[in-house]
T-cell receptor, first 112, second 115 residues
Framework: KNQVEQSPQSLIILEGKNCTLQCNYTVSPFSNLRWYKQDTGRGPVSLTIMTFSENTKSNGRYTATLDADTKQSSLHITASQLSDSASYICVVSEDYGQNFVFGPGTRLSVLP | NAGVMQNPRHLVRRRGQEARLRCSPM?????VYWYRQLPEEGLKFMVY????????ESGMPKERFSAEFPKEGPSILRIQQVVRGDSAAYFC?????????????FGPGTRLLVL
């Protein structure tokens, strides 16, 4: 069964600190992996997209890594800001990228 | 270029009524996806449509739910004879292309409450 797991379920950090969120998946065949940020009450916003051949991609203070062999991905947030408080969702596409399996998300709270 | 528009933003229905959720994709996008998010849960894929065609409806309940994306006008997600378990946030996303190059842009969602 295609699944995407994320850890931790929730995380609280202080402003300015770094953090890393984890994503493990069993989706096969693998097409691509995406990280989304979802603010409370809003729709998700895409942060990064990685294919099988990519093992790292950055978007500002967000850096995603992918290990297709172990089927793991991480999202590293550098110098966190209060506005980073949100749910971060890992999404894995199978086949040719038309079937999407969403992880449950990690809820990040950044405190002043 | 306006983003993905969804309306209404909030919808209250009594059990047994019909709910119609609308989604206008971004300009130039011909691919529309509908997702459901139950409280405290992740998004679940429901259906993927292109203009006038349903491509993949594997995530949509077989009964009471239907979706369309006509040649003109918004995509519609229709829920007939709603039940309390249908209460959720329904998100629509659109993309210009599919596959690895198809970044999905999400709308703000419609929050359905069934009394």
């Amino acid at each position: 069964k295609n699944q995407v797991e994320q850890s931790p379920q929730s995380l609280i950090i202080l402003e300015g600190k770094n953090c890393t969120l984890q994503c493990n998946y069993t989706v096969s065949p693998f097409s691509n992996l995406r990280w989304y940020k979802q603010d409370t009450g809003r729709g998700p916003v895409s942060l990064t997209i990685m294919t099988f051949s990519e093992n790292t991609k950055s978007n500002g203070r967000y850096t995603a890594t992918l290990d297709a062999d172990t089927k793991q991905s991480s999202l590293h947030i550098t110098a966190s800001q209060l506005s980073d408080s949100a749910s971060y969702i890992c999404v894995v596409s199978e086949d040719y990228g038309q079937n999407f399996v969403f992880g449950p998300g990690t809820r990040l709270s950044v405190l002043p | 270029n306006a983003g993905v528009m969804q309306n209404p933003r909030h919808l209250v229905r009594r059990r047994g009524q019909e709910a119609r959720l609308r989604c206008s994709p971004m300009k130039g996008h011909s691919h529309v996806y509908w997702y459901r998010q139950l409280p405290e849960e992740g998004l679940k894929f429901m259906v993927y449509l292109q203009k006038e065609n349903i491509i993949d409806e594997s995530g949509m309940p077989k009964e009471r739910f239907s979706a369309e994306f006509p040649k003109e006008g918004p995509s519609i997600l229709r829920i007939q004879q709603v039940v309390r378990g249908d209460s959720a946030a329904y998100f629509c996303a659109s993309s210009q292309r599919t596959g690895v190059f198809g970044t999905q842009y999400f709308g703000p969602g419609t929050r359905l409450l069934v009394l």
